[in-house]
């Protein structure tokens, strides 16, 4: 639960997301597979569209081809 505290946080500091049917997306990286699918849950239900990687390469990775494909996406990067 300390990594749904610290995703809570995130989220409150910019409420845009809370709208229901917004374009924000969060990229979940996250090793355990039953924190990944829950975190991209929660997020869901908060109103932001998700995607996830297992790992740091796969979430590098997807943001990375999101940028070359030309997908418009701004990027920010929060590590916590």
């Known amino acids: ?46 109103g932001y569209r998700t995607e996830t990687a297992k790992d740091g390469l796969e979430g590098l990775n997807k943001i990375v081809v999101g940028v070359l494909a030309g997908r418009g996406e701004r990027t920010s990067v929060q590590l916590g």
Do not use: F, M, P
Request: proline share 0%.
């Open 1 to 46: 639960l300390n990594i749904v505290s610290k995703v809570s946080k995130l989220v409150a500091s910019g409420r845009k997301g809370l709208i229901l049917g917004s374009q924000e997306k969060v990229l979940i990286v996250e090793d355990e597979e039953n924190e990944r699918t829950g975190l991209a849950e929660l997020v869901t239900a908060w």
